[in-house]
Nanobody, 116 residues
Framework: QVQLVESGGGLVQPGGSLRLSCAAS????????MAWHRQPPGKQRELVAS???????IYVDSVKGRFTISRDIAKNTIYLQMNSLKPEDTAVYYC??????????WGQGTQVTVSS
């Protein structure tokens, strides 16, 4: 059973920064890809950033240049560094892992609120 535990959300002013963490129960390198998704209030969940086991990281256009996804294999953890936050970044952020066989695994989500 794969477990993903997010942390690091909270309330931040526009222009501020937050770093989200996602601790996995197994090696992050064992997954085909790990990613961060978000679900703004009243909207559908969307992909924010993806870190495939091999290949380049992928970002949705709205966060390019502001967000960075990274991983620490030794700690079985991925991160999402979010800078220059905007009110439209307000959402519940979810950690996602895709196993080699295609199974999807999700964390419980962490709330990020950008407001003055």
């Amino acid at each position: 059973q794969v477990q993903l535990v997010e942390s690091g959300g909270g309330l931040v002013q526009p222009g501020g920064s937050l770093r989200l963490s996602c601790a996995a129960s197994g090696s992050v390198f064992s997954f085909d890809a790990m990613a961060w998704h978000r679900q703004p209030p009243g909207k559908q969940r969307e992909l924010v950033a993806s870190f495939p086991r091999y290949g380049s990281r992928i970002y949705v256009d709205s966060v390019k240049g502001r967000f960075t996804i990274s991983r620490d294999i030794a700690k079985n953890t991925i991160y999402l560094q979010m800078n220059s936050l905007k009110p439209e970044d307000t959402a519940v952020y979810y950690c996602n892992a895709r196993s080699v066989g295609g199974s999807q695994h999700w964390g419980q989500g962490t709330q990020v609120t950008v407001s003055s």
